[in-house]
């Protein structure tokens, strides 16, 4: 049940993609009171702009990233024209000039609509694609050095994403977080396997552990994905629209779960999603990325006049803290 992804072709492909040497030593409405509270639970970010570069504290590094879908040929010069194609259609453009900063410990929200770029943002993160221009870090190694170390990402795919009906327990499957780390065929350390248990506890599903995967609701399944994410003790959370088929009850438990987990292990977190509510509730920072960055700030600092320009309709952003 690792992520996959249809571009892995791409993996051949020699793009611009190297690491940036950035580490040069190396009604009443009840979901609006919700994110209010967990927003005062997280406080201020204590983190710099995300547009400039922090030398000594960037966990993750993107500077003037841009990126087309395979399909046709660019300009003569090689250059990405925004009005070269559009979408996701063969030969669109993805993503235009993303820089972003991302400080060890920052807890980040990405959103945008269906086709923004998010998705693309995530497989170059990941490792995934390559042929994009400018440059990407991950504490100062390439995307596809950092996955390949197993203990610096932690990702958690969105629901629909995972065969359900695989023939495996709740435990089995957060011991596969442990498999980047120790290698497939090796034995998993004593440690390793009692901070599965108590990883199983933290995220409240160790009373499911011998159960099949299938049997659990979509709350409890996003909550072995974390738990299987945090195995490795990765250094950075990535998760993909993951309130998705989450009941409210479910989506207050992660934002609660996000925010215990971020305090007490000291991660970065990078959340992709749609749903502002979502990001509002379980962040302290947040992009806007339709193509290229609109906005980045504190969820509070979203305006109707933002949130329209990304999401090219009007959005009141009422259930923002």
């Known amino acids: 049940m690792s992520p996959r992804d249809d571009h892995s072709a791409h993996d051949h492909s020699h793009g611009h993609g190297h690491a940036h040497g950035h580490d040069h ?84 929200g990405i959103i945008g609509p269906n086709g923004a770029g998010k998705t693309t943002l995530l497989k170059i993160l990941l490792g995934l694609v390559e042929g994009y221009s400018g440059s990407v870090s991950v504490q100062g190694l390439t995307p596809r050095q950092a996955c390949r170390r197993g203990d610096i990402i932690g990702y958690v795919p969105q629901r629909h994403d995972v065969e359900w009906r695989f023939p495996v327990s709740v435990r089995q499957v957060v011991h596969m977080g442990l498999v980047g780390k120790t290698g497939l065929f090796r034995r998993h350390k004593a440690e390793d396997l009692a901070y599965v248990d108590h990883l199983l506890e933290r995220t409240g599903i160790a009373d499911l552990a011998d159960r099949p995967v299938g049997d659990l609701s979509g709350g409890q399944q996003q909550r072995l994905f974390i738990a299987r994410a945090l195995a490795p003790h990765p250094r950075i959370l990535v998760l993909d629209e993951p309130t998705v088929g989450i009941d409210e009850a479910g989506q207050r438990q992660f934002a609660k779960l996000i925010h215990e987990i971020h305090e007490s292990l000291s991660l ?20 806007c990325l339709r193509q290229t960055i609109h906005f980045h700030d504190s969820p509070g600092g979203l305006t109707r006049q933002v949130l329209a320009e990304v999401f090219q309709h009007d959005i009141a952003p009422a259930s923002l803290p």
Request: some cysteine.
């Open 25 to 108: 030593a190396h009604g009443h409405d009840h979901s609006h009171d919700h994110a209010h509270s967990h927003a005062e639970h997280a406080g201020a970010c204590p983190h710099g702009s995300l547009a400039e570069h922090h030398p000594r504290t960037d966990a993750v590094c993107l500077d003037k990233v841009s990126y087309r879908y395979p399909g046709s040929p660019v300009g003569a010069a090689g250059i990405l024209s925004p009005r070269e194609g559009k979408g996701d259609q063969p030969g669109g453009l993805a993503l235009r000039d993303v820089t972003l900063h991302i400080e060890q410990g920052c807890n980040l």
């Open 268 to 287: 970065t977190i990078i959340v992709v999603s749609h749903d502002i509510q979502a990001v509002a509730a379980g962040c302290n920072r947040v992009a």
